[in-house]
């Protein structure tokens, strides 16, 4: 137990959450409300009822898990639906003290004809935009007392898709019907990277990196090397979601192969065990290298604490998480939520977790939360972000002086 970090001092430091999906994280009655408005059915009309037959408290299994998915995607296919629920998302984190939020989502899944990639990001950039406008004009961040909130964009390829799942896979299933699946994957998530390049440089809108996301086992980041290679070669940052149900050698695909430059989840990175390639004849030096390489390169791990729990059998408690050994080897680790809706939790609820559940030195925990600062692919200019994650610093020490004892 640490007395020192209370929940007031988590409440009131500027925080970032640099790994929350915008279809995971609705509010339960916004949610209820869109489902009527779009003739959605959902399994229960009230909160309670949700909570009790999709959004539990812990699932069986990630199956499970992703159920509820289905239904806020569903309800996510028009603009004013897609900018409210970015509008309540920026509120909900800026009410919790977040100050810097990368929000991702894939926007294929809500793209039409008549409703373009581009029409999809930019409604989720202007609901965005409402909650910072809002929050910036305020007293406290003109005074500069207060830490202007920021936001970017991630836009995630999938691993792999069904022609259920949007009408966008549909269609290139149905072009590429001769093709092998892993070369349909490989060619949607190409797409997908050129239009996020696009929209990053030429549209203006703030798209600040590109990310992989779907079921791992079975799915390899190196059938996606080209997007990638794409996304790399036109300056567009990359994060993977790896090591989050497969072993280092997830994790060393994606740094290698998909030119990672931050980690979703690296829950398994030390899990030396679960490497099944016969031609590494030392697992324990090859985890201790990628582990080494993660760290002295400083590519920043997206930790979801609730969400691995919920998700993961082995991991039973915080004490189970690797995260322990993350911050042994000084790896740049950010904390975030995953899905706020999804998991139940904010970015204040995971801190307390931690805190409660690990022995986390003052020191340790500060460098959490700055890393989140520090490892985001800030919109601006670098000179910017120095700027900011400076101010973020100051306030962080003013507050440090006057609850931490
Ligand atoms: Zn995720």
């Known amino acids: 137990m640490n007395n020192t970090i209370s929940p007031e001092f988590i409440r009131r ?15 339960i009655p916004t949610l209820i409300e869109l489902a009527q408005e779009a003739g959605v059915e959902l399994p229960a009309n009230d909160e309670a009822g949700l909570k009790k037959a999709v959004f539990k408290e812990s699932y069986a299994s990630l199956p499970e898990y992703l159920q509820g998915f289905a239904y806020t995607c569903a309800v996510l296919q028009t603009a004013p639906n897609l900018e409210r629920v970015a509008y309540e998302l920026g509120q909900d984190n800026i009410e919790e003290g977040v ?3 990368e929000v991702r989502f894939a926007p294929q899944l809500h793209t039409r004809d008549d409703f373009p990639i581009a029409d999809v990001v930019a409604a989720v950039a202007k609901g965005m935009d409402r909650a910072k406008a809002e929050h910036n004009a305020s007293d406290a961040v003109q005074t500069g007392e207060d830490i202007p909130f920021e936001y970017g964009i991630i836009i995630c390829a999938l691993r792999s898709f069904n022609e259920h799942m949007s009408d966008y896979y549909r269609r290139i299933l149905g072009i590429m019907s001769y093709a092998k699946k892993k070369d ?4 949607a998530s190409l797409e997908i990277a050129r239009a996020a390049v696009a929209m990053a440089q030429r549209d203006g809108l703030p798209v600040v990196a590109f ?4 079921e791992e086992a079975g799915y390899p980041a190196d059938d996606h090397h080209e997007a990638f290679g794409y996304a790399h070669k036109h300056f567009l940052r990359k994060t993977v979601h790896a090591g989050e149900a497969y072993g280092p050698e997830s994790i060393f695909q994606a740094i290698t192969d998909c ?6 989840h690296g829950t398994f990175l030390f ?15 090859y985890t201790r290298l990628l582990a080494e390489y993660i760290a002295s390169q400083r590519i920043a791990i997206e930790v979801n604490l609730t969400s691995n729990l919920q998700t993961t059998p082995s991991i039973k ?9 993350m911050l042994e080897h000084n790896l740049s680790v950010s904390i975030c939520t995953d899905n706020r809706l999804v998991s139940s939790t904010t970015v204040s609820r995971e801190f307390e977790i931690l805190v409660k559940e690990l022995p986390v030195t003052p020191q340790q ?6 890393s989140g600062f520090k490892g985001s692919f800030y919109p601006g200019s670098y000179n910017d972000k120095r700027r900011y994650v400076r101010q973020v610093i100051n306030r962080y020490e003013t507050l440090e002086r006057e609850l931490l004892r």
């Not at 349909?184 to 060619?187: G, H, N, S, T």
């Not at 408690?317 to 050994?325: L, M, Y």
């Open 13 to 27: 430091i500027p925080k970032t959450d640099l790994h929350v999906h915008l279809d995971g994280s609705l509010r």
């Open 99 to 101: 100050r810097y939020v």
């Open 184 to 187: 349909v994957f490989a060619a």
């Open 211 to 214: 990310d992989l996301a779907g």
């Open 259 to 264: 030119h990672a430059n931050r980690i979703g």
């Open 271 to 285: 899990a030396e065990d679960m490497i099944n390639n016969p031609a590494i004849e030392d697992p324990a030096m």
């Open 317 to 325: 408690s915080v004490a189970d998480h690797p995260i322990k050994q």
């Open 365 to 370: 925990f500060r460098n959490l939360v700055i």
